[in-house]
């Protein structure tokens, strides 16, 4: 079964970096476009940058653009996010999961950007 297991968050200062890691079992990972998502405390969840089977493919959205970068590597089967001049506005539990049809939820990792 669809396994996603999410790590590498923690609490930053404003302006510092986190790298967020992702690792996926139980499906053919290098056929499907992926993404990361978030979800702050009273909000929905959204849509953060997504990365396609062909690696050449990102797009983010207006939030993560210039800041953050999503990559992945299909024979470690896992996708990254990096994540650089963080604002507060950034904190949130973290979560990456295929951009179409996400199913199967991770626990996600907490991201908290705070003096």
């Known amino acids: 079964q669809v396994q996603l297991v999410e790590s590498g968050g923690g609490l930053v200062q404003p302006g510092g970096s986190l790298r967020l890691s992702c690792a996926a079992s139980?499906?053919?990972?290098?056929?499907?476009?992926m993404s990361w998502y978030r979800q702050a405390p009273g909000k929905e969840r959204e849509l953060v940058a997504t990365i396609g089977a062909d690696p050449a493919y990102t797009i983010y959205t207006d939030s993560a653009r210039g800041r953050f970068t999503i990559s992945r590597d299909n024979d470690k089967i896992t996708v990254s996010l990096q994540m650089s001049d963080l604002e507060p506005m950034d904190t949130a539990m973290y979560y990456c999961n295929f951009r179409f049809d996400p199913r199967s939820w991770g626990q996600g990792t907490q991201v908290t950007v705070s003096q």
């Open positions: 139980g499906f053919i990972f290098r056929r499907y476009a």
